[in-house]
C-alpha cells in the first residue's frame, strides 16, 4: 500500500481544502460568502440545495456537460446552507487523526455563519483537481465525446465493410468492390514469394464485397520472407533474444516457454505466451484465491455449467437456463471512453453469445471521479454515449446499474459491463474445439491492428524500422456486425451447425485458438494466411494479438461447412475457414507457407504461470478503523435533520441519475418489467424462436421472470474488504429479493489496485474469502467473474470495489414489486433491524468526506429471513410496494420511492431521529402493505425472525415526518434531480 | 374470418421487429415477417417498418435501408394505397424513401434520449389512428438518436393546413422536432411515420400504458371492414 492510501478523503495535505472549492466562495472563516445565509421557508425548492450564487445553480449541468474551458464549476455536491450548529469542521485526510479541538460538536453554539467556514462537503480529490492529471483531455475536451460527435463518426469506416449494394441485385448478392486491396504486385516486389498455396479455396469464403478470396498482399516495405521467425528458425538460432521483457513477461515465465517447447519460442509463439499467461488473460495472482469459489460452492441443482466456461449458465425452470456474466473496461474507458465503454458492452455480450444463449439485457456499474471534477467531465458523458451507443445498436434493454462519484477513481474510472442471455437447457454451447478434421471457421469483422500496442514491440525488434509505428491500443466498436452477429449465431445454433464456439476478446486468435484446442480433441492446425484482414500490413504477431471487435470462432463438422456460410452470408456475416481441428496435440501455425506455431495449446491456455503472492493488511487499516464516525457531530434538531435528507438526495452519489439513464434503451424486446432507478432490474423470459422467423409463438407469454441486480461499495470494502465484499453481495441480493425474487446465483467483478502491493493483495484474499463464504451461507453459487488488477494512479490503488450481480428468478413476473409508493392509504412497514452504523455511510462521506471505523455488521442470516418474507408476502399478494434501505438508510429510500410513485407519506420513526433516517444497518426494507395484510404480514415476520415496524401511511405531496419536518415531494425533486439534470446540453 | 395480414420488414440493425409483432398480435393481426432482401410483400394487407439502427445508421438513419430490395416492392405498393406504418427508424426510411417529405436529424441534445412521452393525437382520420379520437393524450416511450423531424417552410406550412400531422409532444419535445411533430402522413392517409414507439405501450406488464395499441387496433379494424 502507498504511504498515502488513496481514499475518500485522503487529500494530500500539500493541498489545502481551497484547492478543491476552487470556484466556490471563499472558504477562510468569517468570510461570509455572497447569497443566501439561511435556508428560507420558500416554497421555491431550489433555493434550499441551490449552491452559493451565482455560479450554483449551473454547476450541476457544467459538471456533466462541457464547461467554459478553465472554469471549475461548483461542486454540485454544495448545499452550502449548512445549519448553523451543523458545522463540521474541515474534512482531512482520514488517515491523519482528527484534532482533538477540531470534533465538532452540536453545541448549538456555533458562530453565525449559515454555512461551515470551509464547506466540508467536498471531498478532496486523491490529488490535486489534475488539470494535470488529463492535461490533453481538460477543458473543451468533453466535446469529441458527445454522442453528435463520436458515435457517428465512422460512416467511412463502417461504409466500407457494411453498406450493402445500394443498387439491389436479384438474389442480393452484393457485387461490392473488394473490401480490400485487390492483390497486385507492388513496383519493388520482387515476386520471390508465390500466393501462398494455402490460400482459403472459395468455397470456403464468404465476403459480401469481395467473392473471389483475398490471397495475402505482400507489401514493398515489407521486408522478405526470410523475416519470417519460423519454428525450424528458432531452433537454428537458440540465442536470438526475444523483447519478451517489453511483452511483460518476467525472466522465468521466459524461462519456462523455452522449457515447455525445448528451444526458445518464436516471435509468434511469444505473442502468444505473453498474453495467454498476461495477469489479464490467466488470472495468476488471483487464481489461488478464486478457488474458493469452487471449493465452497453451495450444493444447488440450479447450476448448469460453473466457472471456467465463458459464462456460467444456471437453471431458472420450465426448460429455460440464464447465464450472465459482469466484465471490467476499466482502462480502455479511462483511455478513450466512449470506445473503450463501448467495446466493454461488446464484449460481454459475445462471452454470452458464446455459450448458446440470445444476449436479452445488459446492465452496468459505473465509478468516475468527483462529480465536479474537470476529467469527470470528459470521461462520464464518453463512458455513458459508448455504453448507450453500442447496447442500443444491438437491441439490448439497459435495466439498471450504478453511477458512483468517488475521488479515488479520478484516474482510474471503473467501467464495469454486465450481459444476461437465455436459451433452451439443450442449446447450451461450450468453447471446445472436439473431432479431427473439424473445421475452424472465423467469422465476423476482419481482423485490424485494434489494441494490439504490445505487439508492436515485436514487430519492431524483429522487423524492421517502419513497423515499428505505433498502433492502436485502444479497440473501436462497431456494433452494427454485431447485432448481425448475434442473428446469425442464434440461426447457427438453431441449426445445430456447431460443435464449440468462443468468442474472441482479449489476445484474439491467440486465446481462441488456444482454449478451443485445449478443451477440445487437444490439437488444432491453423493458416494465418487466411485470416480476412482489414489492415493487409499486419504480421503474424499481430494478428495473433489483435483485439479487433466483434469477432468469434466456430468448430463446425465438414459437412455442415456450406450451410454455416450460406447462413453468414444471408447476414452478411464475413466467414472464412481458418483450420481444422487434428489428433496431434499440438496448435500448429503457418504463415506464408511456413510454421511459425507449434506448442501443445494446453500450456498457453490453462497452465500458466500460478503465484501466490505476499500480503499483508495495509499499513494504515488500524487507523483508519480508529477514526470511527462516533465523533463526527450530528443534526440535532429537525430542521438540521430535514436538511440533511435534501442534502443527502441531492449528492453525487444519491441524486437521481436520469440524466445517465434516458441514454439507455430500456424498452427494446418488449420484455422489461422493471429497470432503474428501481431496486433490480426484472425482464419476462420469452423468446421467440428462430425457427418460426422471429414471430412471436401464439401462446400467452410465459409468466417465467428474472431479477438482477449490481451492486458495489468501495468505502466499506476499504474499511474491511472481507464484510465490503459480503455487503455488497447482501445488498445485491437484497435488491433482487425486494421484487419478489428467489436470489439463485451470482457473478462479479473484482476491482483493484496492483497485486504486487501486499496490502492490495490482502484486501483482493479478504474480498474473496468474504464473498465465498457468504455465497455458501446464502445457498448461491458464483458462477462466474472477473479480476481487474492494477487500478490505480501512479501508488495510489483505488478502493478495493467488488461489485457482485446477484440473479433471481420469478416464478410468476406478473407479481413483481415496484419501489413505487402509488397506492394512497397503504401501510408502510420497515422490515429489519436499525443498528447505529456509520463507518463508510453516505452520511459520514457527503457531510464530512470522513471514511473511518467499521462497516455495518453483515448478518446474512437476516438477509436470508427478510428475502423469505418477502418472497411469501408476494405470494399473498399482501405488498404494493418494497424498497430495499442501503446507501443513505430510510431517509433514502422513503426519497426516492415518493418521487417514484408520485405520493407522499407520513411516517413516525420508532427510534432515535438520526439513526433511523440515516444509518444503513443490512437486511431492511421499506414495504407498502395492502389494506387488511398488515396482521398477516406480522406473522410472517414474526415466524422468519423479522422485525416489523409499523412507520405510516402512503399519501399526500409531501415527506412528513411526524412531529419533525415536512418536504413538499416538489422540493425532493429538485434536489434529486437537480445534480445531474436529465437533458443536459 | 381470417385474421388481418400485417407484415414486420426486418432490416440489417433492425430491433424493434420482434416488439411491433407482438404488438400485433395484441391488437388481433397475424404478424408475417418479412426479409428486406426477398422481393415478394407476401399477400400481406398492411406493413410496419419497425424501430432499431438499420445498417448502423452509420450513414443518415435509414439512407440505406431505402435501397433494400423490398422497398422496391413496397413504395409502389405504398404509393398505390397500402397501409404503411414507419415507427422510429422506420418513419427516417419512409422520409428516405420520399413516402412522406421532410427529414429526421439527429436529436437537439445530441444525446439518445428513452423517455415516457405524453402525446396528443391530433389526426384520427388515417388508417393508423382511426381507433383514437383527435385530440386525445397518449404515454407512449420515446426512445431515438436522430428524432428531430425537420421540413421546409412550405411543406410545414402544408402539413399544419392539411391536417397531416398525426400526433405532436407534449410537455417536453424530446428531441427539439419543428412544431413538436411526433408523427406525419401522407395525403392520402395511408403511410404515417412515428417517432415514439406505440409497440412498447401495448402491454401494461412491459409498458408505461397500453396507449399505443390504438395504432395496430386501428388498422386491423379498418382491414376487417375492408
Redesign the interface.
Known amino acids: 500500500m502507498s504511504e498515502q492510501p488513496p481514499n475518500e478523503h485522503g487529500g494530500s495535505p500539500d493541498h489545502g481544502p481551497d484547492q478543491h472549492v476552487a470556484g466556490r466562495p471563499p472558504a477562510a472563516p468569517g468570510a461570509e460568502p455572497p447569497g443566501p445565509v439561511a435556508i428560507p421557508e420558500s416554497p421555491s425548492p431550489a433555493a434550499g440545495l441551490v449552491a452559493p450564487p451565482p455560479a450554483a445553480p449551473q454547476a450541476p449541468a457544467a459538471g456533466l456537460g462541457a464547461p467554459p474551458a478553465g472554469v471549475r464549476p461548483a461542486p454540485p455536491t454544495a448545499p452550502s446552507d449548512l445549519p448553523p450548529s451543523y458545522s463540521p469542521a474541515p474534512h482531512r485526510p482520514a488517515a491523519e487523526p482528527w484534532p482533538e479541538a477540531g470534533a465538532p460538536e452540536f453545541s448549538g453554539t456555533a458562530p453565525q455563519p449559515s454555512r461551515p467556514a470551509v464547506p466540508p462537503e467536498a471531498p478532496p480529490a486523491a490529488e490535486p483537481w489534475p488539470e494535470a492529471g488529463a492535461p490533453e483531455f481538460s477543458g473543451t475536451a468533453a466535446q469529441p465525446y ?4 463520436a ?2 463518426p ?2 467511412g ?3 466500407q465493410s ?7 441485385q ?1 438474389g ?1 448478392e452484393p457485387p461490392r468492390a473488394p473490401e480490400q486491396p485487390a492483390p497486385q504486385a507492388p513496383a519493388e516486389w520482387d515476386g520471390t514469394i508465390p500466393v501462398p498455396a494455402t490460400a482459403a479455396p472459395a468455397d470456403s469464403v464468404y465476403h459480401p464485397q469481395a467473392p473471389e478470396p483475398v490471397p495475402p498482399v505482400p507489401r514493398p516495405a515489407e521486408p522478405p520472407a526470410t523475416a519470417t521467425d519460423t519454428v525450424d528458425g528458432a531452433r537454428n538460432t537458440p540465442d536470438r533474444p526475444l523483447p519478451y521483457v517489453e511483452l511483460g513477461m518476467k525472466d522465468d515465465e521466459y524461462e519456462r516457454v523455452k522449457q515447455i517447447l525445448g528451444r526458445r519460442p518464436t516471435s509468434a509463439e511469444l505473442a502468444i505466451y505473453s498474453v495467454m499467461w498476461s495477469e489479464h488473460c490467466s488470472y495468476k495472482s488471483s487464481k489461488v484465491h478464486l478457488r474458493q469459489f469452487a471449493d465452497k460452492a453451495p450444493q444447488t441443482d440450479a447450476l448448469l455449467v460453473g466457472m471456467g466456461e465463458n459464462a456460467g449458465v444456471v437453471d431458472v425452470g420450465q426448460g429455460w437456463a440464464v447465464t450472465f456474466k459482469v466484465e471490467s473496461h476499466n482502462h480502455p474507458s479511462y483511455v478513450e471512453p466512449y470506445q473503450g465503454a463501448a467495446t466493454g458492452v461488446g464484449g460481454i455480450v459475445r462471452d454470452i453469445i458464446s455459450m448458446g444463449a440470445r444476449p436479452v439485457a445488459v446492465m452496468d456499474s459505473l465509478r468516475f471521479g468527483p462529480a465536479d471534477a474537470p476529467d469527470t467531465n470528459r470521461v462520464l458523458p464518453g463512458v455513458v ?1 459508448g455504453i ?2 453500442y447496447g ?4 439490448l434493454p439497459n435495466i439498471g446499474g450504478e453511477v458512483v462519484f468517488d475521488p479515488c477513481y479520478l484516474q482510474n474510472p471503473l467501467v464495469n459491463a454486465l450481459c444476461v442471455g437465455v436459451l433452451k437447457h439443450e442449446d447450451i454451447k461450450r468453447a471446445t474445439a472436439p473431432g479431427p478434421g473439424n473445421q475452424v471457421i472465423l467469422f465476423g469483422a476482419g481482423t485490424g491492428p485494434d489494441g494490439i500496442g504490445g505487439a508492436s514491440v515485436l514487430a519492431s525488434a524483429t522487423f524492421d524500422e517502419a513497423s515499428a509505428q505505433k498502433r492502436p491500443s485502444v479497440q473501436v466498436g ?4 454485431e ?2 452477429l448475434i442473428e446469425c449465431c442464434l440461426e447457427l445454433f438453431a441449426e445445430d451447425l456447431v460443435v464449440g464456439i468462443q468468442d474472441l476478446g482479449a489476445a484474439g486468435v491467440s486465446c481462441a485458438t488456444t482454449e478451443l484446442a485445449a478443451a477440445g480433441t487437444g490439437g488444432m492446425h491453423v493458416d494465418l494466411d487466411r485470416v480476412p484482414l482489414r489492415d493487409p500490413t499486419l504480421r503474424p504477431e499481430e494478428i495473433l494479438m489483435s483485439e479487433s471487435q466483434e469477432r468469434m470462432m466456430a468448430v463446425v463438422e465438414p459437412d455442415r461447412v456450406a450451410r454455416f456460410l450460406e447462413i453468414c452470408a ?3 456475416v464475413p466467414a472464412t475457414v481458418i483450420g481444422e481441428v487434428t489428433d496431434t496435440g499440438r496448435l500448429v501455425m503457418t504463415w506464408r507457407g511456413e510454421v511459425i506455431v507449434d506448442i501443445p495449446p494446453g500450456t498457453a491456455a490453462d497452465e500458466g504461470p500460478v503465484y501466490e503472492r505476499p500480503y499483508a493488511p495495509p499499513a494504515d487499516l488500524e487507523q483508519i478503523r480508529a477514526d470511527t464516525p462516533g465523533r463526527l457531530a450530528r443534526p440535532s434538531n429537525a430542521d438540521e435533520l430535514r436538511r440533511t435528507v435534501l442534502w443527502l438526495a441531492g449528492s453525487p452519489n444519491l441524486a437521481s441519475k436520469t440524466w445517465v ?13 422493471l429497470a432503474m432507478p428501481e431496486d433490480a432490474g426484472v425482464l ?1 423470459i420469452t423468446e ?1 424462436s428462430a425457427a418460426t ?4 409463438p ?1 401462446a400467452v ?1 410465459s409468466s417465467l421472470g428474472i431479477a438482477l441486480s449490481l451492486d458495489g461499495n468501495g468505502r466499506y470494502a476499504r474499511l474491511d474488504p472481507y464484510a465490503g465484499a459480503q455487503l455488497a453481495l447482501s445488498e445485491a441480493y437484497r435488491n433482487v429479493a425486494v421484487t419478489g425474487a428467489r436470489p439463485l446465483a451470482v457473478t462479479n467483478c473484482l476491482n483493484f489496485g496492483s497485486p504486487e502491493d501486499p496490502g492490495v493483495m490482502w484486501q483482493f484474499a479478504q474480498a474473496v474469502e468474504g464473498l465465498a463464504d457468504a455465497c455458501l451461507r446464502l445457498g448461491i453459487p458464483v458462477t462466474g467473474g472477473n479480476v481487474s488488477f492494477y487500478n490505480q494512479t501512479g501508488s495510489a490503488a483505488i478502493n478495493p470495489t467488488p461489485v457482485i450481480g446477484v440473479l433471481g428468478v420469478h416464478d410468476d ?2 407479481r413483481r414489486l415496484s419501489m413505487a409508493f402509488a397506492a394512497e392509504n397503504t401501510t408502510l412497514v420497515l422490515l429489519g433491524q436499525t443498528r447505529e452504523e456509520f463507518g463508510g455511510s453516505e452520511w459520514a462521506h457527503v457531510v464530512y468526506g470522513h471514511l473511518g471505523g467499521l462497516p455495518p455488521l453483515v448478518d446474512l442470516q437476516a438477509e436470508a429471513a427478510l428475502a423469505s418474507v418477502i418472497s411469501s408476502a408476494v405470494l399473498d399478494g399482501l405488498l404494493a410496494a418494497a424498497h430495499d434501505l442501503s446507501d443513505g438508510g430510510l431517509s433514502q429510500a422513503l426519497v426516492e420511492s415518493c418521487l417514484r410513485g408520485g405520493l407522499g407519506c407520513r411516517v413516525t420513526l420508532p427510534g432515535d431521529p438520526f439513526t433511523t433516517l440515516f444509518s444503513e444497518s443490512v437486511a431492511r426494507a421499506v414495504v407498502a402493505v395492502r389494506p387488511g395484510g398488515e396482521s398477516r404480514l406480522a406473522a410472517l415476520c414474526e415466524a422468519a425472525g423479522v422485525q416489523a415496524t409499523q412507520l405510516g401511511v402512503i399519501g399526500g405531496d409531501s415527506l412528513t415526518v411526524e412531529g419533525l419536518f415536512s418536504i413538499p415531494l416538489s422540493e425532493l425533486r429538485e434536489a434529486h434531480e437537480h445534480l445531474i439534470p436529465s ?1 443536459a ?1 | 374470418m381470417n385474421a388481418a395480414r400485417v407484415g414486420v420488414i426486418t432490416f440489417p440493425g433492425s430491433l424493434d421487429d420482434i416488439d411491433a409483432m407482438r404488438a400485433l398480435r395484441l391488437a388481433g393481426a397475424e404478424p408475417v415477417a418479412l426479409w428486406h432482401a426477398d422481393h415478394d410483400l407476401r399477400g400481406i394487407d398492411a406493413v410496419v417498418l419497425p424501430g432499431g439502427f438499420s445498417y448502423g445508421d452509420y450513414l443518415r438513419a435509414g439512407a440505406i435501408a431505402r435501397f433494400a430490395p423490398l422497398m422496391e416492392q413496397l413504395v409502389p405498393a405504398a404509393r398505390a394505397g397500402l397501409p404503411v406504418l414507419g415507427i422510429c427508424n422506420g418513419f427516417q426510411v419512409l422520409c428516405e424513401s420520399h413516402l412522406l417529405p421532410g427529414a429526421l436529424l439527429p436529436n437537439a441534445s445530441r444525446h439518445f434520449v428513452c423517455r415516457d412521452q405524453r402525446l396528443r393525437i391530433d389526426n384520427a382520420d388515417t388508417v393508423w389512428t382511426a381507433d383514437y379520437s383527435a385530440g386525445q393524450e397518449l404515454v407512449i416511450p420515446v426512445k431515438n438518436m436522430d428524432g428531430r423531424y425537420v421540413a421546409d417552410e412550405e411543406t410545414l406550412t402544408e402539413l399544419e393546413a392539411a391536417g397531416r400531422v398525426v400526433a405532436r409532444y407534449l410537455d417536453l419535445n424530446p428531441n427539439g422536432s419543428l412544431n413538436d411533430i411526433a408523427g406525419i402522413t401522407n395525403e392520402a392517409g395511408n403511410v404515417v411515420g412515428l417517432m415514439p414507439h406505440p409497440e412498447h405501450a401495448a402491454e401494461s406488464l412491459t409498458g408505461p400504458s397500453t396507449d399505443g395499441l390504438g395504432f395496430f387496433t386501428s388498422i386491423v379494424k379498418r382491414l376487417v371492414t375492408t
Open positions: 458527445t454522442p453528435a460527435a458515435p457517428r465512422q460512416a469506416y463502417e461504409a457494411y453498406v450493402p449494394a445500394a443498387e439491389p436479384a442480393y454515449a448507450g451507443g442500443n445498436s444491438l437491441g462497431d456494433p452494427f456486425m447485432k448481425l444471408r447476414w452478411e439513464t434516458s441514454q439507455y434503451d430500456r424498452y427494446v424486446r418488449g420484455n422489461t418489467v419476462r421467440p422467423g422471429g414471430v412471436p401464439e407469454e413476473v406478473r437533458y446540453g
